[in-house]
T-cell receptor
Framework: AQTVTQSQPEMSVQEAETVTLSCTYD???????LFWYKQPPSRQMILVIR??????QNATENRFSVNFQKAAKSFSLKISDSQLGDAAMYFC???????????FGQGTRLTINP | DGGITQSPKYLFRKEGQNVTLSCEQN?????MYWYRQDPGQGLRLIYY???????QKGDIAEGYSVSREKKESFPLTVTSAQKNPTAFYLC?????????????FGPGTRLTVL
């Protein structure tokens, strides 16, 4: 079965510090894309960052970066200089060629302490 | 502004009723999706469509129906056959539905069965 596991149901971090959210996935495919989405209290899903599996270089978007370990099937999200607006549920997901869907993890609730 | 709209934001249904959730996009995207989100869980795919007048079942299609008569519209009907319809429903769209696409989400509809 194709699955995504986020082992941390909840995380908290002090404002301005760095936090890493973990994600592992299980697929036998070699061609796929990985995503981190953020769901704030408004509940709209917002794309944070994406990574193409064939690229070894880790993706970065401002304060957000990933640590992609293809052999280990790991795709963690690092948030630097955490801000109060980063508080949300974070979902890891991947998109397989031909699957026509995103496979989501169960999410990590991130709290930012002022 | 380009984006995805969903209506209504909140919907209440009595037992045995069919209800229809609206999803409209003005992004000129070919692909559209419906996901269901239950508390403490990630999203699961209900239906998707890559082109007008064509759609495919996702992982949890039983008790749901869709239509795609126009490129910009992809309404979801929750029928009385859906035994546990109380959930948060998210609509998404993507340029073509290929593996390289990012899916963009609407603000969601919260459905409650009374």
């Amino acid at each position: 079965a194709q699955t995504v596991t986020q082992s941390q149901p909840e995380m908290s971090v002090q404002e301005a510090e760095t936090v890493t959210l973990s994600c592992t996935y299980d697929t036998s495919e070699s061609d796929y894309y990985l995503f981190w989405y953020k769901q704030p209290p408004s509940r709209q899903m917002i794309l944070v960052i994406r990574q193409e599996a064939y690229k070894q270089q880790n993706a970065t978007e401002n304060r957000f970066s990933v640590n992609f370990q293809k052999a280990a099937k790991s795709f963690s999200l690092k948030i630097s200089d955490s801000q109060l607006g980063d508080a949300a549920m974070y979902f890891c997901a991947y998109n397989l060629r031909g699957a026509q869907k995103l496979v989501f993890g169960q999410g990590t609730r991130l709290t930012i302490n002022p | 502004d380009g984006g995805i709209t969903q209506s209504p934001k909140y919907l209440f249904r009595k037992e045995g009723q069919n209800v229809t959730l609206s999803c409209e996009q003005n992004l000129n995207h070919d692909a559209m999706y419906w996901y269901r989100q239950d508390p403490g869980q990630g999203l699961r795919l209900i239906y998707y469509s890559q082109i007008v007048n064509d759609f495919q079942k996702g992982d949890i299609a039983e008790g749901y129906s869709v239509s795609r008569e126009k490129k910009e519209s992809f309404p979801l009907t929750v029928t009385s056959a859906q035994k546990n319809p109380t959930a948060f429903y998210l609509c998404a769209s993507a340029p073509s539905g290929s593996i390289t696409d990012t899916q963009y989400f609407g603000p969601g509809t919260r459905l409650t069965v009374l």
